[in-house]
C-alpha cells in the first residue's frame, strides 16, 4: 500500500535562509504527488502537485518540488524563506487504484528572525 | 461555491450525543474527502465518494462513523454515540476527479465532553 514519510517532525531556519522538507513515498507505479501548507487554525492549501513530465515543479509563494524517481522523494524547496512560511507543511500522495489521497505526519517549519 | 464549505466550524457535544458534519463541495466536484485530523497529526483519511456512492469508506473507525452523499454534491458525516477520542478537526475536499488536486475546507472542530 502506499505510504508517505517526513522524516523531519520540526525543522527550525533562518528567515532569508534556503529550506529544503524531505518526503519519501511509497508506491509501486508513478505517483501523483503533493505538497500543502496549513497554517494555524486554517485549512490545508495545496502548494504544488506532481502528475507527470518536468520532474521539477514550480508552486504558489515561491516554493518548488522535485521529483526522484531512483529515490522514492518528492522534497519541497525554497531559496529564501519568509516569516509567513511558518507553518506545517505535509507531503501527501494519491494511489490511483483506491483513490485515496494519503498524507505524511508533517513537519513543522518554524522562522527565527 | 468558490470553495469547500464545512459547517459548524465548531461542534461541542456531550459524550454519547450524535452529530453531523456538513460538507458543501466545489460546484462540479465529483469527487468528496473525509479525513479526521488530531492534534500534531497528519490528516487521516475516512472515506471518499465518487458521485453519490462510497467509492472507499476503510479508513471509517468503526460502525458509529457513516458518511452519505444522497446527490452527488453536499455530503454529510455522521457520528452515533460520541467518545471523547472522537475529539478532532473533520476535514473535507473535494476534487474534479479521480487524481486530480483536492482542495479543503477549513474544517469543523468537534470537542466531545
Known amino acids: 500500500a502506499q505510504s508517505v514519510t517526513q522524516p523531519d517532525i520540526h525543522i527550525t531556519v533562518s528567515e532569508g535562509a534556503s529550506l529544503e522538507l524531505r518526503c519519501n513515498y511509497s508506491?509501486?507505479?508513478?505517483?501523483?504527488l503533493f505538497w500543502y501548507v496549513q497554517s494555524p487554525g486554517q485549512g490545508l492549501q495545496l502548494l504544488l502537485k506532481?502528475?507527470?513530465?518536468?520532474?521539477l515543479v514550480q508552486g504558489i509563494k515561491g516554493f518548488e518540488a522535485e521529483f526522484k524517481r531512483s529515490q522514492s522523494s518528492f522534497n519541497l524547496r525554497k531559496p529564501s524563506v519568509h516569516w509567513s512560511d511558518a507553518a506545517e507543511y505535509f507531503c501527501?500522495?494519491?494511489?490511483?487504484?483506491?483513490?485515496?489521497?494519503?498524507f505524511g505526519t508533517g513537519t513543522l517549519l518554524a522562522v527565527q528572525p | 461555491g468558490a470553495g469547500v464549505s464545512q459547517t459548524p466550524s465548531n461542534k461541542v457535544t456531550e459524550k454519547g450525543k450524535y452529530v453531523e458534519l456538513r460538507c458543501d463541495p466545489i460546484?462540479?466536484?465529483?469527487?468528496l474527502y473525509w479525513y479526521r485530523q488530531s492534534l500534531g497529526q497528519g490528516p487521516e483519511f475516512l472515506i471518499y465518494?465518487?458521485?453519490?456512492?462510497?467509492?472507499?469508506d476503510s479508513g471509517l473507525p468503526n460502525d458509529r462513523f457513516f458518511a452519505v452523499r444522497p446527490e452527488g454534491s453536499v455530503s454529510t458525516l455522521k457520528i452515533q454515540r460520541t467518545e471523547r477520542g472522537d475529539s478532532a478537526v473533520y476535514l473535507c475536499?473535494?476534487?474534479?476527479?479521480?487524481?486530480?488536486?483536492?482542495?479543503f475546507g477549513q474544517g469543523t472542530r468537534l470537542t466531545v465532553v
Open positions: 508506491y509501486g507505479a508513478t505517483p501523483y
Open positions: 506532481y502528475f507527470s513530465g518536468d520532474t
Open positions: 460546484s462540479g466536484h465529483t469527487a
Open positions: 465518494f465518487q458521485g453519490t456512492g462510497a467509492a472507499d
Open positions: 475536499a473535494s476534487s474534479s476527479g479521480q487524481g486530480a488536486a483536492a482542495f
Open positions: 501527501a500522495v494519491y494511489g490511483g487504484a483506491t483513490n485515496k489521497l494519503i
